[in-house]
């Protein structure tokens, strides 16, 4: 889950301190409000906390979704769920990286009539969380390997999925048609949600994301983005003998990023009114300082709210690299080549605050003591796919920080709160 913004201000820190710290002294026990509320149903908050714990225990970055799959099926079967609702896609044979296990997706029957909803999270993590070993202190949950991310991204969505399915199944509470999703592959370009259909989920009228930080933020948006390929062609020659027979296709890239830098093209991007981000991410070149470097790959992106925007960010990022290509040759005029490919990672997306999931989250939220704050983000996440294969989803936290690298940490309390919250989304 990337960086994102809020739609309004924040409150202060000092502000932010006093209200987490009442909401800690409020909701930490098993005895919090919503708990003892008589029209909300109630959670065993301490199969919940080992729920999150069982799967931040348990390998699995993108790709190799397998384990923590069996362990969630597993659960569901233990709580009494008959296999045959339980199934799996094949997404995994649609993505560019091969993994070893599709989307794993749960189709409750309503026990009531009324629209079915969807809760879903993805159940990959990034590298830096593989070797983890959660540790609680307190109300923080972090990696007790100290060269480990914690995996709370988004371990603890499928926990609050999860729990909700199995409180459900073991309370036998009344609901509507349910579909739970656990996607695949969410790290490396929402493949999960990205090759997922809504006939294959049963069609839900009201999705729900669990994927974020805040408990209280509701991301009803965020950004598009699209990768870039490009590989550069030089010509090699001795460095020593003879390197003005050559083209450097370093000399080349080094010339084309310059030239994003100069005129505003890369990083944060600013023109007139309209804004975007880019990023050259990585380069490959070279096999010794004796030798014009004869080929480079970069990978690079662009981000943008607006796709006109964007667009123009990625022909900038074209022009130049050509460019480059034709002012660097060799004592006879031979130049390099270039070549570009393309691939929308996911397309911009914003729902409106009165969409039915929007109003039935904030809903959610406040009947347990929480005031909803609207977000729109800065980054892709599973929902961007969702809303453009025809399922508007508002995304919610459960308590992850930091995430993506060693200072990781889950906030129990969030993590609980977003449990009772996607309980009463799935049976109100």
């Known amino acids: 889950m990337p960086y994102s913004t809020s739609t309004k201000k924040k409150p202060s820190r000092l502000a932010n301190q006093k209200k987490i710290t009442a909401q800690k002294n409020l909701k930490s026990s098993s005895k919090c409000r919503a708990q003892a509320s008589p029209n909300i149903p109630k959670i065993d908050i301490t199969k919940a ?4 714990l069982d799967l931040l225990k348990i390998p699995g970055i993108s790709g190799q979704e397998k384990q923590i799959a069996e362990l969630i099926c597993k659960k569901l079967i233990d709580a009494g769920c008959p296999k045959s609702l339980i199934s799996f896609d094949q997404a995994h044979k649609k993505t560019p990286l091969q993994g070893n296990c599709g989307n794993l997706i749960v189709k409750l ?11 879903m999270a993805h ?4 590298p830096v969380c593989e070797g983890t070993r959660p540790v609680v202190k307190g109300n923080i949950v972090k990696s007790g390997n100290p060269m480990t991310g914690l995996g709370a991204d988004d371990r603890s969505g499928c926990g609050v999925v999860l729990t909700t399915a199995l409180e459900i199944l073991r309370q036998k509470i009344d609901h509507p048609p349910l579909t739970f999703f656990f996607a695949i592959q969410e790290e490396v370009g929402l493949w999960g949600a990205r090759t997922v259909k809504a006939s294959d989920l049963g069609k839900p009228k009201l999705a ?3 994927d974020g930080g805040d408990v209280d933020k509701l991301t009803i948006g965020a950004t598009g983005g699209e990768r870039l390929d490009i590989t550069i062609e030089g010509i090699p020659s001795h460095a020593g003998v003879a390197p003005e027979q050559g083209v450097s296709a370093i000399a080349v890239a080094s010339l084309a990023i310059a030239s994003l830098h100069q005129e505003g093209w890369h990083g944060l991007v600013q023109k007139g009114s309209k804004r975007g ?3 050259i991410g990585v380069i490959n070149s070279g096999a010794a300082t004796n030798v014009v470097a004869e080929r480079a790959t970069i990978r690079a992106e662009a981000r943008g709210h607006d796709p006109g925007f964007r667009n123009k960010i990625v022909r900038a990022i074209e022009k130049a690299f050509d460019k480059a290509a034709q002012s660097v040759r060799s004592s006879t005029g031979r130049r390099g080549t270039i070549s570009i490919t393309k691939r929308l990672d996911y397309e911009a997306f914003r729902i409106p605050q009165t969409d039915l999931s929007v109003v039935t989250a904030r809903k959610a939220l406040e009947s347990i003591g929480y005031k909803p704050y609207y977000d729109v ?3 892709g996440l599973d929902a961007n796919w969702m809303a453009a294969n025809g399922i508007p989803t508002v995304t919610l936290g459960c308590g992850q920080h930091a995430i993506h690298t060693t200072n ?21």
């Open 377 to 379: 983000s800065n980054g």
């Open 408 to 428: 990781e940490w889950l906030d129990l309390t969030a993590y609980k709160a977003a449990c009772h919250a996607a309980l009463i989304l799935a049976t109100s």
């Open 49 to 52: 906390q080992k729920t999150v």
């Open 277 to 279: 981000t880019s990023n």
């Open 123 to 126: 159940m990959d993590t990034v």
């Open 109 to 119: 029957p309503g026990t009531r009539r009324g629209p079915r909803r969807l809760l």
């Open 208 to 210: 729900f994301n669990f």
